[in-house]
Structures are given as structure tokens and as C-alpha cells.
């Protein structure tokens, strides 16, 4: 499992991963509820999305690939 820290801050930033790794969450408010969409550079991860209710701290969730799953936990930092 890797673990993604990341700041509630409502703003979008780079993320670090538990395995070295880094990537980005972007923040879309398209006025009704915020959409939290993470990506990773150089491909080491699978990217998705999660909306504010799914974004939390402790949040573990499985993202479902073509040839493999890959499971997350989100960690909010100061």
C-alpha cells in the first residue's frame, strides 16, 4: 500500500508518497462539490479522483487497473 501525504488545504500542490515518489493534486470546484484529482509523475502510480466526501484522512481506497490494482491510503499533514 502507499500511503500519499498531502495537505487539507483545499488547494491543489505536490504530494508525496511513502515509496519516494511524487506527484500533483489538483482541486476542481465546479460550485456544488470539490472533485480532488491525483496524478504522478513518471507514471509510477495509477492516477484518480475522489470527491470531498471520500477525501479524508485514514481514506484507503483500491484504484483498478488494465493489468493490476493498486492500493492507497491518504494522509493529511501540517
Not at 505536490?14 to 515518489?21: E, P
Request: charged share 20%; proline share 1%; hydrophobic share 35%.
Amino acid at each position: 500500500m502507499t500511503t500519499i501525504y498531502v495537505h487539507n488545504n483545499n488547494q491543489s500542490q505536490t504530494v508525496a508518497c511513502s515509496d519516494g515518489t511524487q506527484g500533483v493534486m489538483r482541486v476542481k470546484d465546479n460550485g456544488v462539490v470539490p472533485h480532488y484529482s491525483f496524478k504522478f509523475y513518471s507514471h509510477a502510480h495509477l492516477g484518480f479522483w475522489l470527491d470531498k466526501t471520500q477525501f479524508r484522512d485514514g481514506k484507503s481506497l483500491i484504484v483498478k487497473g488494465i493489468l493490476e490494482n493498486e492500493k492507497f491510503k491518504i494522509r493529511f499533514i501540517d
